[in-house]
Structure formats: C-alpha cells, structure tokens
C-alpha cells in the first residue's frame, strides 16, 4: 500500500478545493450511497490504495468521494486534501483505482463571459471494521410508557431509530403526536433526535443560542437553549396558535446535580410548575431512562417514562475482506 506523506507547502484554491461527499450525522440525518453505517470524524491516518490493491482487514465501502483543485494545483497536494476531507467524513481509507487514468481529469464550465475549469479526483471511500468500535453510544429504539389522564395503566409503545437519529416510528399517529408535541421541542442542541420535516434547527456560536422552530397554517413553536461555556442554563419555548391569537410561554431550567451532570429538568410557567424530569444514566454515562412528572395537589404524577436501548456490533452489516 502506498503511502503519501503531507508536504511542507502547498496552495489550494479554496474556490475550488471543495468536496461532494455527504457525511452522515444526527445532525442531518443523511445515509451514506454505498454501505449504511454510521461514521464518526477521527484525526488517524487515512490509508490510499491504487490500482486493484484492497485492504489486508475487513472493511466498508461507504461513500463516494471527490475532491475539487484549480488546473494547476499539484496531485500530491490533491491527495493531502482528499485525505483531511476523508478524516472528517470518518473515512480510514480510499480506493483510487488507477490515478494515472484520473491525473488530468479537468471540468471545464461557463462562468460569465468565459469558462472556469477545476480538476476532480474521486475514489471510495472506506471504514475499517475494527474502527467502528461506538455502536453502543447508538440509540436504537426507545421504550415508552404515556399515562393518559384518567387512566391508571399506561399506554406501552417502542419507537425505533435508524443509525442517525431518525425516527423510524412516525408513521402510528399517536407516536407522532407525542413525539412531535412530547420530546422533540425540549431537546437542545445535544440531541441524539435528527431533525424530520416541518423542523428547522440553528445555532448561533456568538451568542451560544440553539434554536428549534416549527411553523405551520395554524401554529408555531420555537424553543430556545441558552448555554455558557457549553453548559446548557436556561430554555424559552413558544407557542403561538393564530386561530386564537393565543402565545403561551414556558421557561425550562436544568438541574445538575453536586458533580456537574444533567440529572433533570423542570418546565414553569412563570412560577408555576408545569412539569419535572429525572434522568438515569448507565455505568458508561450513557442517558438510560427519562421520567417526567407534574405535580398535583403536592403529589406526582406520572406523564411518560422514556426508556433508552442502544445498538451494538450485531446490528452492523457483514464487512468486505
């Protein structure tokens, strides 16, 4: 296997230093266009393989990914690129074919009066299987209990999740009121919930403002999470119904407990309790079980408990070798 090492100087064009590869988040939701499993960004070295050579250990290919350079910017400078852009995307490797076939390959297209042109260099991108060493931080599904007013046995349902956060359970109409209504609008910017339509999310790094906003023909939700040095202090949700001119507005503060770690939050309603949660967490700091509870006549009682289940190596594809 070759090996190219970064050099002490070199240009890119940034306008054209650019690459098409999608990576795969909670944040996004996106999956991969060959192998769906999930990547994580790493700092190690990325291994390039040329002509028919393939790796010595079991591996993934996971996505294809190209790499754009003005027409004068050296191959090897390409390669460094490619290889940064590979170490975000959470790839180990890339299956380059025969770069001698590609050295040259340049786009011409209008711009203005004239052309512009780039060259592109494009491979497969790859994980190796023993690099995927974090199924056990996925969450997989959720099992939830609701109590509905009124009713002394709770509702049971499981919600299931892709690698990504996705929510795979929203076609029941009841899970998708609760979810929607429920969960989704307090979840700051921590989140292991991707984003389903009809949601849009922003944060703003000068201010440390994460936002989540939904807006329909009769409603609109925004929540706010406020955060100092990272550390989530305070949320504002907002909702508003047009039909009645109504605007109701909670406040939601963060409980951490003596060593600094989240273990629940309450919602007021100025200085009202409208609900309180209590997190549990696994030995591995991991989020296990969510309960939230309102308080009436000086009692608790019970909303929903949200208990989590996360993947493991089991729910991976069968690796190439």
Same mark, same amino acid.
């Given at each position: 296997?070759?090996?190219?090492?970064p050099f002490t100087r070199f240009l890119l064009y940034t306008a054209f230093a650019v690459t098409t590869a999608t990576s795969a988040t909670a944040q996004n939701g996106t999956q991969k266009s060959i192998t769906d499993i999930p990547l994580k960004a790493h700092t190690r070295e990325v291994d390039l393989f040329f002509n028919e050579e393939k790796p010595k250990e079991p591996y993934y290919r996971v996505m294809i990914l190209e790499q754009r350079a003005a027409p004068d910017v050296p191959m090897e400078a390409v390669l460094v690129a490619m290889k940064k852009t590979a170490q975000a995307e959470g790839i180990d490797g890339i299956l380059l074919g025969q770069l001698g076939q590609q050295t040259g390959?340049?786009?011409?297209?209008? +711009?203005?009066? *004239?052309?512009?042109?780039?060259?592109? =260099? !494009? %491979?497969? %991108?790859?994980?190796?299987?023993?690099?995927? $060493?974090?199924?056990?931080t996925i969450l997989k599904e959720q099992s939830v209990s609701v109590w509905i007013e009124g009713n002394a046995d709770p509702k049971e349902f499981t919600m299931k999740y892709d690698f990504y956060g996705n929510n795979?359970?929203?076609? $029941?109409?009841?899970? +998708?009121?609760?979810?929607? %209504?429920?969960?989704f609008p307090y979840e700051d910017g921590t989140s292991c919930y991707a984003t389903f339509a009809g949601w849009s999310c922003r944060y703003n790094a000068e201010e440390q403002v994460f936002s989540r906003k939904n807006t329909t023909a009769d409603t609109s939700s925004l929540s706010r999470f406020y955060y100092a040095e990272g550390r989530l202090i305070k949320a504002e949700i907002v909702f508003s119904s047009y039909q009645s001119m109504k605007k109701d507005k909670w406040q939601m503060e963060p409980i951490y407990n003596s060593g600094g770690l989240l273990i629940?939050?309450?919602?007021? $309603?100025?200085?009202?309790?409208?609900?309180?949660? !209590?997190?549990?967490?696994?030995?591995? *700091?991991?989020?296990d079980k969510v309960r939230r509870v309102k308080v009436? #006549? %000086?009692?608790?009682?019970? =909303?929903?408990?949200?208990? #989590?289940?996360?993947?493991?190596? #089991? $729910?991976?594809?069968?690796p190439e070798h």
């Open positions: 296997m070759e090996k190219i090492y390959s340049v786009v011409t297209f209008p +711009h203005g009066e *004239g052309t512009m042109s780039y060259q592109r =260099l !494009a %491979g497969i %991108g790859i994980r190796y299987r023993r690099t995927v $060493d974090y199924m056990d795979l359970s929203m076609g $029941d109409r009841f899970v +998708h009121t609760f979810f929607e %209504g429920q969960v629940g939050r309450r919602l007021m $309603d100025g200085k009202t309790l409208v609900w309180e949660e !209590a997190f549990t967490y696994r030995l591995s *700091g991991l989020r009436v #006549n %000086g009692v608790p009682v019970p =909303l929903f408990e949200i208990k #989590n289940i996360y993947c493991s190596d #089991n $729910d991976l594809p069968a």
